[in-house]
Nanobody, 127 residues
C-alpha cells in the first residue's frame, strides 16, 4: 500500500523560508509524477508544483513561480519543496500527491491526475 508522509510544516515570518519533504513508501519517486497541493479552509485544494520523473519536467502555479522549487531525492525516495520569500497567502495545509503516470502539462496541477495523497502538513506565514 502506497504511503506518503509529509513533514517540515511550521510557522514562519513573511520573507522567510521553509522546506517540506514527503517520504514515499511502496512508491518510487523516480517513476511517475509527484506534486504538492495546498488547501485553506473553505477553498478547493489547488496545485502548487509538480515534477515528472522522466525528463524531470517541472510545473509551477503562477503564485509560487520564482519562489518555490520542487525536487526529487532518489536516494532518500522523497519529494521536496523549498519555499522561499514566503507570504501570508502561502498559509495552508500542504499535501503531497503521486501517480505512476507521466502526466501532461495540462493536468499536472489538477487534483484528478493523482492517485495517492498524504495527510498534509500545516504551513503558517505571519506578516
Amino acid at each position: 500500500q502506497v504511503q506518503l508522509v509529509e513533514s517540515g510544516g511550521a510557522s514562519a515570518q513573511a520573507g522567510g523560508s521553509l522546506r517540506l519533504s514527503c517520504a514515499a513508501s511502496q512508491f518510487t519517486v523516480s517513476r511517475g509524477t509527484m506534486a504538492w497541493f495546498r488547501q485553506i479552509p473553505g477553498k478547493n485544494r489547488e496545485g502548487v508544483a509538480a515534477i515528472t520523473s522522466e525528463g524531470r519536467t517541472t510545473f509551477y502555479d503562477e503564485s509560487v513561480k520564482g519562489r518555490f522549487t520542487i525536487s526529487l531525492d532518489n536516494v532518500q525516495n522523497t519529494l521536496n519543496l523549498q519555499m522561499n520569500r514566503l507570504k501570508p497567502d502561502d498559509t495552508a495545509v500542504y499535501y503531497c500527491a503521486a501517480t505512476r503516470r507521466l502526466v501532461t502539462p495540462r493536468e499536472a496541477l489538477g487534483n484528478p491526475a493523482y492517485s495517492y495523497w498524504g495527510q498534509g502538513t500545516q504551513v503558517t506565514v505571519s506578516s
